[in-house]
């Protein structure tokens, strides 16, 4: 990368080379101000997509390879329609090839297809005189992934994948209805039997709980895989890859195999849980690393038991239904195993290697266990997901899933032909970050996801959508555009880079559809208006959050002016629940970790203004009277969302139990125990699962939420 280039702008070449790739050269930031993209960062983005740019030389030669490739291949990569509207797709073969298309479909159908009426399009291809016709796709194509096909004596056949996708999801309740759920962070609601942190069989019976109360879902934080060995990540949003779950949300006690333990086996089992079992009832930050190594050990031996061979046959189909991902999950974990933790040798990087394949051969025991363990955890949240809908729940469990993963993970490493090199994720400056957002998470290459059909989203999505009835998918925006940052560049000099949000958003809604689930998009932030009502028109809700929501006067949103297609919740994870924001500890801690970027003074004159103007607004609805309680805000808060249109509205259960904690603090790492806080009450009383059926906050806030919305009140 030049010097020259650093300040730069783009010269019209590469500015048009840009375009074509989807590299934006110009945004405006979040003073208004219009901001030219340098040479620099541009020629970067370029680079990890694979397009020489270096010189203008270069940039030349790449404008026109980027005219002539469409011409150069019979078919797309792949291509996604929408149901019900008429599509078509180009076909290029030398002039006068005569050629047949039709669509195998995916249930061993097949349907014959015309060309459109306009003669072809012609030009000369690297000597010879091509022609490009467009085929028409029937609007009432049937939904699923299929393959479109060009015969002709000329050529072996081509085939390219065409997915069929819904043009809007159905809406999560019929006729306008409305529900609510539970948002919980699953790791810090333990009970009784958990081994120091919330697990599978703790999500099932507070499903069951929350559905017995009138609860519609309960929305968990993100289950993704972490390190397979200690230290473990506490954040559920930087995952290793978000196709696989995180085993420690396993009960070794509930696993099939565990009932017929010999009476030492079962003692071993017992010894690991008593281990870790009195963490359950401590309010120090919990204990990942801890609780793993015990669970390891238990998991272990109910392994090693073995299965009869009816269970060994059902374990033998995941793997072969799960595919080369699970294995080449199950061979990174270990390999992490086996490294211990350490830098990996060169000649391990590369899934393709050599070297990788004799370990592969050497660690195949450690191979079949942690792809057991994938198998039995699936068992245990399809467990969790029945008991949430046979206790009257719309939706179930809502599963959360984050924007990406770490770039040494395990999705990295296996799928390295589809992350960006030399690229990392972030956000532009904006008021609360004003050097920008850099999260060290590699994006995908837009165009390899064409290549691929989209095979890592879609696999992605059928795992965390097997067992849920409906999914958050954090920052949607990125199905549009990422803010892709240089690596070695601060977080301010990146660029966005756009992708096929038609077909992105496509697949996601052809996956959601047939598992029957509900998708909600986290559209906080900068989006543009544009990007939610197209994501409103394709089904997808938005999401509200009352502290952000503000009318043209600084005050409360008014709960009528609230979408009704959108998830409406107080607070989010980010911030302190209500009991604590009423106090100011969002501004308390800030101030003490050093993130505030005013005088602590006016940041908290702003934020007694905004409560002033919140109790303002709940009066003003006769939701609170002269003098509030604490409790009386808070409940009447949840009554003040569920007042609105929306037709999904979110109860933290942090803020049912009163607790003042927030569970992360943006801005940090060592320096606050984000996502390790568990489950207390406002005086820092540990509240266990077990209690919750007769805890009277509990009951209360429920009450106050479903006369709210019209519902029995217990």
Known sequence: MADADNDAAPSEALARLAGMKGVSTEFWDFHGRHRVTSAATIRAALGALGVPAATEEEVADSIEEHELAPWREVLPDSVVVARGRESRVPVSVPLGTQVTVHVDLEDGGRWELSGAAEPPEMRPVDGVQTSRLEYLLPADLPLGWHEIVVESSSFRPRRAPLAVTPARLEAPFPDDGRGWGMAVQLYSVRSQRSWG??????????????????????????????????????????????????????????????????GPERSLVQWAADEVRHLNTTNEPLDRDAVWAAKLQALEVIFAAGRSATRQRAFERFRDEEGEGLEDFAVWCALYEDQLGEPWPVELTDPASPQVALKRAELAPRVEFFAWLQWVIDEQLATAQRAAKESGMALGIMHDLAVGVDPQGAERWSGQEVFAAGIEVGAPPDMYNQQGQNWSQPPWRPDALARTAYAPLRQMLR????????????????????????????????????????????????????????????????????????????????????????????????????????????????????????????????????????????????????????????????????????????????????????????????????????????????????????????????????????????????????????????
């Open 463 to 714: 795992t965390v959508l097997r067992h849920a009835g409906a999914i958050r998918i954090d920052h949607v925006i990125g199905l549009f555009r990422l803010w892709w940052i240089p690596v070695g560049s601060p977080a301010d000099q990146g660029t966005y880079v756009r992708y096929d949000h038609d077909a992105m958003v496509g697949v996601l809604l052809l996956e959601a559809h047939r598992a029957g689930a509900t998708v909600i998009g986290e559209d906080l932030g900068t989006v543009e208006p544009w990007v939610r009502d197209y994501l409103a028109e394709r089904g997808v809700a938005g999401t509200q959050v009352f502290w952000f929501e503000k009318d043209d006067d600084g005050g409360p949103k008014r709960p009528e002016n609230y979408r009704h297609q959108a998830l409406a919740t107080v607070d989010t994870h980010d911030l302190p629940p209500v009991a604590g924001y009423l106090a100011d500890e969002h501004v308390d801690l800030r101030e003490k970790l050093g993130l505030l970027v005013e005088p602590v003074e006016k940041v908290r004159a702003e934020s007694a203004l905004e409560r002033r103007r919140a109790i303002d607004r709940l009066r003003e609805y006769g939701l609170v009277g002269g003098d509030p309680s604490e409790r009386e805000v808070l409940e009447a808060l949840h009554a003040y969302i569920a007042m609105t249109p929306s037709s999904l509205v979110g109860v933290s259960l942090v803020d049912a139990v009163g607790e003042r904690r927030t569970q992360n603090q943006p801005g940090t790492d060592q320096e606050y125990p984000n996502w390790r806080i568990p489950l207390a009450d406002g005086t820092e009383q540990v509240v266990l699962l077990d209690d919750l059926h007769d805890h009277p906050r509990v009951r209360s806030l429920v009450s106050t939420v479903n006369r709210a919305m019209g519902r029995r009140a217990d």
């Open 197 to 262: 942190l919330g697990d599978a069989a703790d999500l099932a019976e507070l499903s069951a709980l929350a559905g017995d109360l009138g609860a519609d879902f309960v929305l968990v934080n993100p289950l993704h895989a972490a390190q397979p060995v200690g230290p473990m990540s506490p954040s559920p949003y930087l995952p290793l890859t978000r196709r696989f779950v995180n085993p420690i949300y396993l009960r070794p006690e509930e696993i099939h195999e565990a009932t017929y333990l010999s």
